[in-house]
């Protein structure tokens, strides 16, 4: 299950996705896209879309500028299957 926060880009997580439809919240990109790498830059936040080796978007906001974010729920930590006991007695 995702969920959709409005939060300080600052706050903006790699694989958070943004947002940026027309609205109040309107931003360059017009569709949902992966957040790959976050940089603060010059007392700016960067928020890099895509390969950054090949075709990308940037995206300058300050830190405390509001964005529409997607966030996936963290995995739980995996618990280690349970040992089975061996209860086979070989006489």
Do not use: C
């Amino acid at each position: 299950m995702t969920n959709k926060h409005t939060v300080a880009a600052s706050e903006v997580k790699v694989n958070d996705h943004i947002y940026s439809g027309t609205g109040t919240n309107a931003h360059p990109t017009f569709a949902w896209e992966t957040v790959t790498e976050v940089r603060k830059e010059d007392g700016l936040i960067l928020l890099v879309t895509g390969n950054i080796k090949g075709q990308h978007g940037e995206f300058w906001l300050e830190p405390d500028e509001q964005i529409a974010v997607m966030r996936y729920p963290e995995p739980a930590a995996a618990e280690a299957p349970p040992t089975k006991a061996h209860g086979k007695h070989k006489h």
